[in-house]
């Protein structure tokens, strides 16, 4: 691995949000501190738990540097003032139920020696509790890498947990997570470092993704389709000739965003507005 920044392993900082995380954050963190690759940090931004998560985190060694809100914010802002925090000259992110494998970092940084790349994502476990599991990229694996934002726009297909950014390409952003957004954040944010910089994968499971059965309702896909309609209208005015340039990339994207809404209303019984919905995007499609 060449040297960066004078150093052959330089600083890894791993961004650790918690809200009430006490039932699995030892084993989040014990996965962190198992790696391979020593030079690392933990910034662990606590969202204002009242459970023991503090407790927890606060029993671990000065590698881990605790820091509390005083209360509880949208996540997206939560991460960004984790990042604030942070010293690495690469940025990774953990959230305290999932893992790690003792090799990620060790087989992540080494990606950066190209210095066009500015995200290195893997493939990754989906797990639950009863022990059920399978890869997040299966027989038919769906990435990209190299330059890649419209695939990333179309079809997003990064899993947090195994993403490590260039810090140079986080602050060229003049936005890091958008603090409105409660569902998307990460998707918005790593989706637009994708439209200036390539991505490289690691192609192997290097995290674990657990996965709750109350994590996904169909609220959520409509409160998506709302997130994703107020970020089709940023990029319009921030990426120069953006509408012209991806036109079809957009047009998928409004479809989605249709569909999701058409789902909602029809789990609510509301059929004719449902059809409403999507019947614009029908007559496209003939």
Known sequence: M??????????VSVIMN?????????????????????NWEIIFWDNASTDRS??????????LRYFRGEQTVNLGEAR???????????????????????QKLEKQI??????????????SIIFNDLGE????????????????????LTDYFLDLETVVLRRAALDGEEMWFDPNFNLIEEGDLFTRIGYRW?????????????????????????????????MLERYKKTFPGFSERYAKEIEIVETQIAVKRAKHLWREGN????????????????
């Open 2 to 11: 060449a040297e960066q920044s004078g150093l052959p392993y330089p600083l």
């Open 18 to 38: 918690c809200l009430n995380c006490e039932k699995y954050l030892k084993e989040a963190i014990d996965s962190v501190y198992a790696q391979t690759y020593h």
């Open 54 to 63: 503090a407790e927890i985190a606060r029993s671990y060694d000065s590698r």
């Open 80 to 102: 960004n003032l984790a990042l604030e925090q942070a010293r690495g000259e690469f940025i990774a992110f953990l959230d305290c139920d999932d893992l790690w494998m003792p």
């Open 110 to 123: 080494p990606l950066f020696d190209d210095p066009e790349v500015g995200l290195v994502f893997s493939n």
């Open 133 to 152: 599991s399978r890869l997040f990229y299966g027989r038919n694996p769906n990435f990209h890498t190299g330059y890649c934002f419209p695939q990333l």
């Open 198 to 230: 390539k991505l490289a994968m690691v192609n192997e499971p290097l995290a674990k993704w657990r996965v709750h059965a109350a994590g996904w309702t169909w609220t959520k896909g409509y409160l998506t389709a709302d997130e994703k309609t107020a």
């Open 271 to 286: 059929s004719p507005a449902a059809r409403k919905c999507l019947a614009p995007h029908l007559v496209k499609g003939r």
